[in-house]
């Protein structure tokens, strides 16, 4: 091995001490995975998705990318979903973004950064949409703060909006979309009290999630 020893020695013990825990750990895990829950985060190294909710391999399914942005046309956020939701059943999506976001600043920012500038741009687009909200900000922290916070609340309506979501209630499939956010100069997470488990209701608690920042 020239390279990258540490980390396999690392893998090492971490495969021993959880056999030393549970013997059939991985006997358990080789025959199904049946995670409850979708994660969609932000890539930054900060943000470790299981170890924030202190869950074991094999209770949540990730996405992870920059700024836990959800696309339309990303087809591979969008087939990420729809394994989750049709083929594993998760009960619920979580959209969690994290303040202090590199992504996100990027687009307060407007330094050129390359090809993710194309990226960011779906958060400049949310600054845009919610520019009253933005503009009234005079403090630098509460306005990336806030952004961050938008971010996540137009992505849960992103998630909502999908055919896969959109199908899964049509069906009474049962399915709840959640918007959360994550400190990291704490490690706690806040809910961003925007929880959605039907087609109906996805106006009414997106707009009062957005009065809540104005
Ligand atoms: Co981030």
């Known amino acids: 091995m020239k390279y990258l020893q540490d980390l396999f020695d690392n893998n090492i013990s971490w495969a021993d001490d959880k056999i030393a825990e549970d013997p059939d750990f991985f006997h358990k895990l080789r025959d199904q995975q049946s995670p409850e829950y979708l994660w969609i985060g932000c890539s930054d190294s900060r943000v470790p998705a299981n170890e ?3 869950l074991p391999p094999g209770e949540l399914f990730v996405h992870r990318n920059v700024a836990n942005v ?5 087809l591979n956020c969008l087939s990420v979903m729809q394994f989750a939701v049709d083929v594993l059943k998760v009960k619920h999506i979580i959209v969690c973004g994290h303040y202090g976001c590199g992504g ?3 687009a307060i920012d407007n330094k050129r950064l390359g090809l993710t500038d194309n990226w960011i741009q779906h958060i400049k687009d949310v600054r845009s949409k919610h520019q009253g909200i933005m503009t009234a900000i005079n403090n630098e ?17 992103n998630v909502c909006n999908t055919t896969i979501v959109q199908d899964a209630w049509a069906r009474q499939q049962k399915l709840s979309v959640h918007g959360w956010i994550y400190a990291i100069n ?10 959605i488990d039907n087609a109906k209701e996805i106006k009414t608690t997106y707009t009062k999630s957005i009065d809540r920042l104005q």
Not at 70 to 74: N, Q
Not at 141 to 155: A, G, M
């Open 141 to 157: 922290k509460f306005k990336h703060d806030t952004l961050c916070e938008l971010n996540v609340i137009e992505q849960v309506l």
């Open 186 to 195: 704490d490690g706690v997470l806040r809910d961003l009290d925007i929880c």
């Open 104 to 106: 996100v600043k990027a």
């Open 52 to 54: 924030i909710v202190g």
């Open 70 to 74: 959800v696309v339309h046309t990303d």
